[in-house]
C-alpha cells in the first residue's frame, strides 16, 4: 500500500505510460486517470490540500498565477522531457486547488493513423478558405488539426500562424514559417490575434478557438480576404456547426453571413471517438461535409439548409460521409461492437437497416 503521493512527474509519467487522456488531482479523492473516456481512480492515497498546493507551484508562472489568484481558475501548457506537453486546468473548488492534467497527443502517421478521411488532407491543400473541425471536448479536434497544420507546414512554403490558448503541439519550421501565439501572452484576444494576423503577410491561420461573435466575423473575413482559416468549434456535426455560426449574429446580419459561409467554406470535418471493440483504445468516428456547389446555394437559404444532411450521406463521391455511416464502416470492420455502434448512430432505425443492407447484421 502506498503511503505517500508520487511526484507530479510520475503521475505523469504513469498516466502516459498507461495511454491515458487526463489526470484529475482533486481534495479529498485518490489521482484519478481517464483511459478510453473512462475515469479510473488509482490505489494511490487521498489528494490532500498541500499536495494539490505543491504541484501547482511547481508548474505555474507568475502572469498564470496572478489570472488564477484574480478568476479562481486558468488554463496553461506544460511540457515535460521525455514525456511529452501537458494542457493544465487549475481552478478551485469548495476552497482549495483541483488539477486536471490532459496530454496532448504526439502526430505520428499523420491523418491516416488518426483515423481521418484522404479528403481532409484535399482540403488541408484549399487557399484560401474556411476549414472547420468540431466535435465534444475530448474528440481530438485538437489533434486533427495539428496534424491539418503540420500537413501544410510539411507540403507549403507559406507562413503559418496560429492562435492558441493554450500553446498545445509545437510546430518547428519545416518548408513553412511558422509563429504560434498565446493569447494573453502574445495578443489580447483570438479576434485581436485574428486581425494582427491578417496585416503579417500570413497564408494559414489556425484558432484553436471562436468562442463569440467579433471571433467568427474576424475568420470569415480573414477566409474572404484570401488566408486558409482552420478554426475549432464545439458543435457536434455540420448542420450543427452551420446554424451555431449563422445564429451568433444579430437577425440582420445572418444573410450576410450566410452569403460568407456559401463563398468562403470549404468543409466541415466533426468527429466523435468510440472504444475499440478488438483493443484497448479508441477510434474515430468523422462525418466529413464538403461545400459543394448545390450545398453552397443550400447556405444562402435558410429554409434548404438543414437539406444539407441529405448532400452529406449522399456525397461520397466528393469524399463526403455522415456520422451513421463512417460508424457503420467501423461497424463492419469490426473496430467497434454493434452496441457501441448503436448508441453513437444518430438513428438507430436507419442504421439498422443500413447494417441489413450491407450484410454486416441479420435482419
Known sequence: MYETLPSLDELLEKITAVGGSDLHLKVGSPPAFRIDGVVHRS??????????????????????RAEFEENGEVG??????????????AFRQRGSITLVIRTVSTL????????????????????????????????????????IVEHVNATRRCSIITIEDPIENLFPDSQALVSQREVGLDTASFASGL??????DTDVIFVAELPDRETLAEALRAAETGHLVIGILPTFDGLETVNRIVESFEPFQRQQVRQLLATTLKGIVSQQLLPRADEAGRVAAVEVLVNTERVTEKLK?????????????????FGMRSYDQAILTLYSRGDVSFEEALSHATSTTDFKVAAQARGVLSA
Open 195 to 200: 486581425r494582427a494576423a491578417m496585416r503579417n
Open 76 to 89: 496553461f501548457a506544460i511540457g515535460r522531457s521525455g514525456l511529452g506537453r501537458f494542457r493544465v486546468s
Open 301 to 317: 437559404d435558410e429554409e434548404a439548409t438543414p437539406t444539407i444532411t441529405t448532400d452529406i450521406s449522399e456525397g461520397e463521391f
Open 108 to 147: 505520428e502517421g499523420g491523418f491516416e493513423a488518426l483515423g481521418i478521411p484522404a479528403v481532409v488532407e484535399r482540403l488541408a491543400d484549399e487557399r484560401p478558405g474556411l476549414l472547420l473541425v468540431t466535435g465534444p471536448s475530448g474528440s481530438g479536434r485538437t489533434t486533427t488539426c495539428a496534424a
Open 43 to 64: 490505489d494511490l492515497p487521498s489528494v490532500t490540500q498541500p499536495d494539490t498546493q505543491r504541484y501547482f507551484d511547481e508548474i505555474i508562472s507568475d502572469r498564470d
